[in-house]
Nanobody
Framework: VQLVQSGAELRNPGASVKVSCKAS????????IDWVRQAPGQGLEWMGR????????KYAQKFQGRVTFTADTSTSTAYVELSSLRSEDTAVYYC????????????WGQGTLVTVSS
């Protein structure tokens, strides 16, 4: 099982960024993909989840309206897009798979550093 994320990004405040997470080694539609971020010196922060089987999404309230999760089943790739970036969005963004229902996030991407700076 592997989740491979896209490379580091540098954005200006107010811009958008899209991070990809390509899954392999398992049936992509059989697991949710969660997105989690970690700002410098901070703990992990759960952003939300997508069900690749039907595209259903759940967003943490903090990110609603500013984050969009998508999944392309033809390439087994999940995406997170974050808009109206601000300096506080500087963080390492991770994708992880889970069966949901209280199951652990049992496979993680390597992380993508997004830096928001003018």
């Amino acid at each position: 099982v592997q989740l491979v994320q896209s490379g580091a990004e540098l954005r200006n405040p107010g811009a958008s960024v899209k991070v990809s997470c390509k899954a392999s080694g398992y049936t992509f539609t059989s697991y949710y993909i969660d997105w989690v971020r970690q700002a410098p010196g901070q703990g992990l922060e759960w952003m939300g989840r997508i069900d690749p089987e039907d595209g259903g999404t759940k967003y943490a309230q903090k990110f609603q309206g500013r984050v969009t999760f998508t999944a392309d089943t033809s390439t087994s790739t999940a995406y997170v897009e974050l808009s109206s970036l601000r300096s506080e969005d500087t963080a390492v963004y991770y994708c992880a798979r889970t069966l949901g229902g209280g199951h652990a996030l049992d496979a993680w991407g390597q992380g993508t550093l997004v830096t928001v700076s003018s």
